[in-house]
């Protein structure tokens, strides 16, 4: 079945930087447009940037300058660098498949095509 799995969280200090990986399986990025957001706790489900299945790229305003989304075919896995991280940009992130707007709760989506991974922790302080 489609799966998709996140990695490269952590902590890090204020100003440094992570990138974080999303590796699907069953599925391919020419499929549909895809994602990342993030959640953090008693906040809804935040949206930051989307990759097209064309590779055309589109950005949450408070990340431009600082995130950018990328993907390796061949490897079927997509990135989101983060560079001048913040502390407020501490949040469990996701990527994600999801025609529908953000859900409230990261992950829990009714659209029947969407398919979320299960999250990575980023901490900044």
């Known amino acids: 079945h489609v799966q998709l799995v996140e990695s490269g969280g952590g902590s890090v200090q204020a100003g440094g930087s992570l990138r974080l990986s999303c590796t699907a399986s069953?599925?391919?990025?020419?499929?549909?447009?895809v994602g990342w957001y993030r959640q953090v706790p008693d906040f809804e489900c935040e949206w930051i940037p989307t990759?097209?299945?064309?590779?055309?790229?589109s950005y949450a305003d408070f990340v431009k300058g600082r995130f950018t989304i990328s993907q390796d075919k061949a490897k079927n896995t997509m990135y989101l660098q983060m560079s001048s991280l913040k502390p407020e940009d501490t949040a469990v992130y996701y990527c994600?498949?999801?025609?529908?707007?953000?859900?409230?709760?990261?992950?829990?989506?009714?659209?029947?095509?969407?398919?979320w991974g299960q999250g990575t922790q980023v901490t900044v302080s």
């Open positions: 994600a498949t999801d025609p529908s707007a953000p859900p409230p709760l990261c992950g829990v989506s009714s659209h029947p095509l969407a398919v």
């Open positions: 069953e599925f391919t990025f020419e499929d549909s447009d």
């Open positions: 990759i097209a299945s064309d590779g055309s790229t």
